[in-house]
């Protein structure tokens, strides 16, 4: 079934570990999105991606790194977690020019 | 940059009847998208209904339509005769153009509650 995958969809993390929230879509499409989701602030956009090879800071970048190697994955990794980060996270792709994004099914993250 | 801005943090309707989901964004570009998505407790995001900035028809869905504002740079949401399954958080969206990052930011939700 066509769509786009996240692993894994939870995780308790000790603060100051390293950790990678993994992302796979094989509907082909050229964007893809990470957003962290809290109450009462929406989703928030960390890092995207318009094409394999190239990536952009969102608007709560700091603490985050991601990598587009190529179109289907997205990995995002958090180099040294802290309790802030305890958040849901979204990755999302859509094809380039303006269609809807479509969501995984996210990933609960609790930094302890 | 552009904001998206929900103004209601919570809203109840009876089933049966219709409600209304308030939006409100900024931007400076003339040519954009607009999405409400509905994320029910399952956590899943689902597309509820889309609206280009270019047309002048306001978008519908069978019971959901959107009246879209486009000088008022508003975008609300009608759900006609409520069901028990609409209850969710409803998020509204914006979406840049390709040429201006292609970007999709979000408001702040509004958690939408059906009463029988």
Not at chain 1, 36 to 51: A, F, K, P
Request: with cysteine; aromatic share 12%.
């Amino acid at each position: 079934i066509a769509g786009i995958t996240q692993a894994p969809t939870s995780q308790i993390l000790a603060a100051g570990r390293r950790m990678t929230l993994r992302c796979t879509q094989d509907m082909r499409h050229n964007a893809m999105y990470w957003y962290r989701q809290d109450l009462g602030l929406g989703l928030r956009l960390i890092h995207y991606s318009n094409t394999a090879g190239t990536t952009g800071k969102g608007e709560v970048p700091d603490g985050y790194s991601v990598s587009r190697a190529n179109t289907d994955d997205f990995p995002l990794t958090l180099a040294s977690a802290v309790p802030s980060q305890t958040s849901v996270y979204f990755c999302a792709s859509s094809v380039s020019g303006g269609a809807e994004a479509f969501f995984g099914q996210g990933t609960r993250l609790t930094v302890v | 940059a552009q904001t998206v801005t929900q103004s209601q943090p919570e809203m109840s309707v009876q089933e049966a009847e219709t409600v209304t989901l308030s939006c409100t964004y900024d931007t400076s570009e003339s040519d954009y998208y607009l999405f409400w998505y509905k994320q029910p407790p399952s956590r899943q995001m689902i597309l509820v209904i889309r609206q280009e900035a270019y047309k002048q028809q306001n978008a519908t869905e069978n019971r959901f339509s959107v009246n879209f504002q486009k000088a008022a740079k508003s975008f609300s949401l009608k759900i006609s005769d409520s069901q028990l399954g609409d209850a969710a958080m409803y998020f509204c969206a914006y979406r840049s153009p390709y040429r201006y990052g292609n970007k999709l930011v979000f408001g702040a939700g509004t958690i939408l509650r059906v009463k029988s």
